[in-house]
């Protein structure tokens, strides 16, 4: 299992363009042929640093071998073409044939299947990688953090506050009357008292006669 986080990206095999690999192709089957096949295991080089696989390299091993004894052979042979048996001559030229066809034909079939299976070159401006997936956690908070932004914008309940009992309450002011309800008063009063005052002349007055 993997752990939390971004997966590795693997490293991908970039592929040339058809022109560069049809130029790359023409160029080594023509050293084989004129070659007559002594340089057969450049082609077998160059498709066992592309695959990268065991069977290749051990091909190319094979195919070296077959030169070396090919140069031998040659080299063992008379200068003069009179003098060279047919069977000898005859076993030279299926030697050079059966290492070209092989060569050639194993080489053009294994690197064409190799490259297709790694797909079209991608177009110009596209990204060579795909995007980096979301880490395990970020994918899973998201939808989580969605359900979660409704909830802030909820008005919070008003919290009262408990009077403390070790404070004295304050007394309410005193409300001061107002200046029109006195004189008011004092007008009555001052009313009543010549009232009383003028009852009192008229009882007065009453008895003396």
């Given at each position: 299992?993997?752990?939390?986080?971004p997966?590795?990206?693997?490293?991908?095999?970039?592929?040339?363009?058809?022109?560069?690999?049809?130029?790359?192709?023409?160029?080594?089957?023509?050293?084989?042929?004129?070659?007559?096949?002594?340089?057969?295991?450049?082609?077998?080089?160059?498709?066992?640093?592309?695959?990268?696989?065991?069977?290749?390299?051990?091909?190319?091993?094979?195919?070296?071998?077959?030169?070396?004894?090919?140069?031998?052979f040659?080299?063992?042979?008379?200068?003069?073409?009179?003098?060279?048996?047919?069977a000898?001559?005859?076993?030279?030229?299926l030697?050079?044939?059966?290492?070209?066809?092989?060569?050639?034909?194993?080489?053009?079939?294994?690197?064409i299947?190799?490259?297709?299976?790694?797909?079209?070159?991608?177009?110009?401006?596209?990204?060579?990688?795909?995007?980096?997936?979301?880490?395990?956690?970020?994918?899973?908070?998201?939808?989580?953090?969605?359900?979660?932004?409704?909830?802030?914008?909820?008005?919070?309940?008003?919290?009262?506050?408990?009077?403390?009992?070790?404070?004295?309450?304050t007394?309410?002011?005193?409300?001061k009357?107002?200046?029109?309800?006195?004189?008011?008063?004092?007008?009555?009063?001052?009313?009543?008292?010549?009232?009383?005052?003028?009852e009192?002349?008229d009882?007065?007055?009453?008895?003396?006669?």
């Amino acid at each position: 299992m993997h752990g939390y986080g971004p997966m590795p990206q693997q490293p991908t095999t970039s592929r040339p363009s058809p022109a560069t690999l049809t130029t790359v192709r023409v160029i080594l089957v023509a050293l084989t042929v004129l070659s007559c096949g002594l340089l057969g295991w450049a082609p077998m080089l160059r498709l066992a640093i592309v695959t990268r696989r065991p069977r290749d390299w051990f091909l190319l091993v094979v195919v070296v071998a077959l030169n070396i004894g090919l140069f031998a052979f040659i080299m063992a042979t008379p200068d003069d073409p009179d003098q060279m048996s047919d069977a000898a001559a005859l076993f030279m030229m299926l030697w050079i044939l059966g290492l070209l066809a092989g060569v050639i034909t194993y080489y053009l079939y294994a690197e064409i299947r190799h490259y297709n299976t790694l797909g079209t070159p991608a177009p110009y401006g596209a990204p060579l990688h795909p995007a980096t997936p979301l880490p395990y956690q970020q994918q899973h908070a998201a939808p989580h953090q969605q359900h979660q932004q409704p909830r802030q914008h909820q008005p919070q309940p008003q919290q009262h506050q408990q009077p403390n009992p070790y404070t004295a309450p304050t007394p309410p002011p005193t409300p001061k009357p107002a200046p029109q309800r006195l004189d008011q008063v004092r007008a009555e009063l001052d009313e009543l008292s010549d009232y009383l005052r003028k009852e009192k002349k008229d009882s007065r007055d009453g008895e003396g006669r």
